[in-house]
Every structure is written in C-alpha cells, then in structure tokens.
C-alpha cells in the first residue's frame, strides 16, 4: 500500500464497514473479508526493523473488529528470502483472536452466519456450542429488536423481517424487509398463533406427509418445521402457541369443545428437546368451560392469554400457565361489546386489550380512536382505560389497519393489512402522544401489485435466538427458500 495510506504509529484509521467492499462471486453464501494493513519501519534505536500492522475481519454484514499487531525480524531483501522462510516469519506474529474476542465477535453476527460458522472449525463449534455463548448472542439480539411480517396469499406465506425503527427516530423513515423463506398448503383461514420466534399453523396440508391436514409449528426465517400429530376438534376451535423461558420450552393448547360439558375442553402438547422424541397430544381434565373464543393469544413471560366469551358472566380473559399448565379466569366485562374487536399486547409486562375505530369528529373529519385497557391489579380485577384519538391524515385516509403489538420501548404499532405500495407501519407513544410512520419496502412486486396483494401478520419486537434458530425440535424446510 502506499505511503500515505499506511498505518502510522499513534494514529487510529477510520473503520472500514463491510457494504465499502466490493462483494465476490456467489454473494448467497457467507462472505468473509480478512483485510491487512501494514507499515515496515526502521527502529531507530538500532535492532531488527519492525512492521506495524492492523487486520480487519468481516463477516456477512456490516460488522467488523480490527487488531493491532506487529512483529520485528531484520530488513531484508524480499527476493532474497525463499517463500518457505518468508512463511516462517510470518508464523512468528504474536496471536490476537482470543476466544474472548472471537466470542464477542460471533455475538454481533445474524443468527445464520452464527450458525452457519460452527461448521467452518472445530474450534469455532466448540465456542459457538455452549449454552454461555447463545445467552451472549440473545443479549446482543435483545439490542436491536425486528418487525417480522408474515405474508399470506391463496395459502402460501411468505416470511420477511426489517429493522425495528427505535423511539429516538422522531421522523418517518424507509426500511426494507428482508427475504428469509415460504411455504404453502396452509387452509387454516388466516389463523395462526406466535411465540419466542415460532409460529403455529393448525391447518397445513403436506403432500408427502399425508392426506389429512396437520398442526405445524415452524421457525419463518429457517423454514425448519415440526408436523404436529392430527387432532380431531371441532371446526372453530383455535390452538395457542406458548413459550416457557424457565424451562425454556414450547408448547401448544389445543381447544377441543370448550362450550360441551361432556367432552374435553382442551389438549396440550409438549415439542420435545430433540427431534428423535414422539410428539402426543395429553387432555387436560381440568381445562375451563365457556363459549367459545374471541382473539388471538399473546404469552407474557411464559403466560398464554386470550379473550373468550362465557355463557352468564361477562366476557373473560383466560389464563393458561405453560410451565405448570393451569388455568385461571380474569373478567373482562370491559371489552363486552358487538362490535369490539379486542388485540390483546405486553403492555411493559401486564396484560392490556386494544380496540380501535374510526368515528366523525365534530368538524366532521374522520378520526381514529385506540382505546386502550391495561390490566393494573390482576387480584382486584383492575382494568385501567385511556382512550387516544389519532387524526393525521396519512394513517386516518388508509383504511385496512390492525394492531399489531407494543414494542419494549412502549409504543403501540399499527401496520397495514395488506401489502399495498407504498407500505406503512406506525409507532403511536401513549405517554408522548405522538406518532411516527415508517415506510418498508421490498415484498417483491407480484406481492404489491394490485391484482396479487397479500395479507399481512405483522409481529412485533422479533429477536434472533440460538435457541430457536437451533430448533432441534423443528426439522427440514417445508420448501426451499426461493423467492
């Protein structure tokens, strides 16, 4: 390299980020770059001569760590040494990737690259193996939360995340979705059910496993998938996926004929640790009786809710333990209504229902109002309501909206149901009353054309975990991950 581009002694170069490289050939596999930048020196006080170097490693993405080093041996005419001896000079350089480095370095990659890595080393399989390493990597995932958005057209879903735009973005910004997999056969009519990165069709028909539909249980960006054995329920009852972050399982509760005093209420089924154990569906005697159900589940730190409605009483939320499999009722005679449709969110840890709907303001501009129930007190039975009306016309004037979550940070996110172009999702703060719109991008043109659009699950605060990505529970894909 030339001499002003050297590496001087007391100075620190600019970081060199990984989208600067021109990428190789076959960019669909993992990229490494090793870069070297070196300075021969002269000691001046008398003794061999020295060389200055600093390496940078890349991998995958934007992600880069460089190491000083040098090594000294006497200035000597290049072509003087054989490349055997220049080799072995080589080999004196003092080691710098120690596994402390190495670990932290894996940490900050994508959950495939991590993964993919084991492959490429023993050593490297042997770090990036222990149970030490995948709660590091869950800890830096934690950091940078994603928006998973779940695609669904005539029973084919398509799978994509995007960068979750944090609170500080107080401007509309433009994101893009990134591709991870798809598959089809789902007849489940739109219902599906997501917990700790996976998520359960109850109705997905596989050729070459069988004739009959069955429950699966997929990770969207792998495509690894668990065929759960058939139930028989009845045709509108639903099943909840359910996470256990002590014991760090899955589980699924199946209604069965939760109105029918005379038959089973509910079923539930363990995914074992690993992918040689038989999976079996155990009736839960002490499952609870109501009419039937009314939302889609949310599980809170290891807690399935959803809404139901009773037979007497007021509506009810009911609560599922998925360590100790118990059930319990909360009343909920707050969301009781014809119209009302409820999304249950993780409101900074409790339990809250949202519902929304458009209403004419007194000068007669069409408005939206979120009202928003948060559980307080679960023993009093203590719902809190506020009620926020949102009038900007970029989200009032696009119709089609659901609500999606609360992220972490306390925002409520409302996306588009379908994948119109353009695309939006909006971030409404309660305690700032303020809202910020994000456009993404990149769901391919057959799916935002007019005629072909697809219908959105968008799934809030999405974070990689090895755990998951692992799934060894989970087995091959459903089908090949090809746009």
Known sequence: MSKEAAIRTGESSPPLLFRQVSPGPGDSNMQFRLLHFWDARKNVKGGPGIILGIELLLIDAEVCFHV????SFPLLNR????VRQRQQKANTMTPFFTTDITTDIFARLPAKSAARCRTLSKQWSSILSTPDFAELFLTHSSTRPRLLFAVERNGL??????????PQSSHSTVVTAEFHTKFDGDVS??????ASGLILFPDVWIPSKSDDTNP?????????????????????SRAFLGFDPVGKQFKVLSEDR??????????????????GEELS???????????????EAICIEGVLYYLAENFSDPRVVVRFDVRSEEFEFIEAGCFSGEEVAVKLINYKGKLAGVDWKYLKADDEKIVLELSLWVLEDVEMNEWVKSVYVLSEEKIVRRCNFSVAGMTGGGEIVL????????YYVFFFDPEKNTLRGVEVQGFGDKLEALGTRGRVRVFVDYVEDLNVHDGKQLKSSISAPVK
């Open 258 to 275: 939760p109105f029918c005093s005379q038959s089973d209420h509910h079923q539930v089924l363990s995914l074992g640790e690993g992918g």
């Open 189 to 194: 009519r739109y219902l599906c059910s997501y």
């Open 415 to 422: 996306a588009m149901d379908y994948t119109t172009k353009p």
């Open 79 to 82: 072509d003087y040494l054989s």
């Open 281 to 295: 569906w155990r009736v839960k005697d002490d499952g609870p009786q109501y009419d039937h159900c009314l939302s």
């Open 216 to 236: 699966v249980v997929c990770n969207p960006v792998t495509g690894k998938y668990a065929t759960l054995p058939y139930l028989s329920i009845y045709r509108k």
């Open 157 to 166: 879903w398509t799978f994509f995340t995007s960068p979750q735009p944090q």
């Open 68 to 71: 000083s080093f040098w090594m």
